[in-house]
């Protein structure tokens, strides 16, 4: 048992220092990446200098087949520091979710007890680790980050986040509300999360469908310490899609009452345009009728689309290519 954990009080279970890894996906961080290592360095040291992790912790840069000079900063980090610094990079970018697995899974490899995910821009909060790393010590297997606030985030931005999480409470999908990919997840958690194969990754659903015991911490989120935002607009929109598709059936089902919806209009829609001709309104009726047919096609294309989405991913999983190659690691 830490002194920390002595002079808190509290009745928390005796438990080894543990051997903690920091797992960091980058791409295209060249800018940002000496920077957030020195800053990981002291966290590292100050966690190990409390006897809260063991001395043996590290840091594990994950590199996304980044097209800058990212590799070259992550291998004179190691070479400079072999052990508190370790490096894997991918054969070709296969998105953020798949880098971050790739480097959990590499921790695991490793035989640490636990792991925190952070991003390598350094907008989460790194000193909420400490907080973390006592929920571990009280027996949480997977404790996740929370922003307190969106202060920084623009209107559209904060309105669109809180839509996307309401959505996915609605479609049934467990998300923790304003919680990326900031987290401590325990060896039997990352255990668990291995024997899940499927290539369409949205690790914000799967890691709370693990069903460990969780705990939470919040920080506030601050802004980048370099470089540009990895995810504009167009690539949250299709991270949303794929969080909606990876986790729930329930578009294909709304499919179903759209389509009745739609032959109710169309039989309103024909009793107007009946009326209409026996009326001797013709040019009424058939602005009617281009109306229904409007909408019809417009329920109809929309339907194939949804249905387009789900095919797709199927299609991606029949085939069964790995997630991702791993280059070489340091």
Known sequence: ?????????????????????????????????????DVLKKKVHSLENSHAVAENSFVIFVDDGSSDKTWDV????????PVLFRGVKLAHNRGHQNALFAGLMHALSMNVDAVVSMDAD????????????????????IVYGVRDNRETDTA???GTAHAFYSLMK???????????????????????????KESNLFLRGLVPSLGFKA??????????????????????????????????????????????????VGIVMLIYT???????????????????????????LLALGIIGEYIAKIYLEVKARPRYIVETTL
């Open 1 to 37: 048992m830490t002194n920390d954990v002595k002079k808190s009080g509290l009745n928390i279970q005796a438990k080894r220092e543990p051997v903690i890894a920091f797992v960091i996906p980058c791409y295209n961080e060249e800018a940002a990446l000496h920077v957030t290592a």
């Open 74 to 81: 992550i291998e004179t980090l190691h070479r400079n520091e």
């Open 122 to 141: 350094l907008q989460d909060d790194p000193n909420a680790v400490d907080d973390m790393v006592q929920e571990y010590l009280r027996g949480a297997e």
């Open 156 to 158: 559209f931005k904060r």
């Open 170 to 196: 609605w479609l049934g999908a467990e998300t923790v509300p304003d919680h990326a990919d900031y987290r401590l997840m325990s060896r039997a958690a990352l255990q668990a999360l291995s024997q899940y």
């Open 215 to 264: 705990a939470k911490v919040y920080y506030k989120r601050g802004t980048r310490v370099a470089g540009e935002s990895k995810y504009p607009l167009k690539k949250m929109v299709s991270f949303a899609i794929e969080g909606v598709t990876s986790f729930s059936t329930k578009p294909l089902t709304m499919i179903t009452g759209l389509g009745l919806f739609s032959v109710f």
């Open 274 to 300: 009946l009326v209409s001709v026996f009326s001797g309104h013709v040019v009424a009726g058939w602005g009617s009728m281009m109306c229904s047919l409007w909408i019809l096609g417009g329920f109809i």
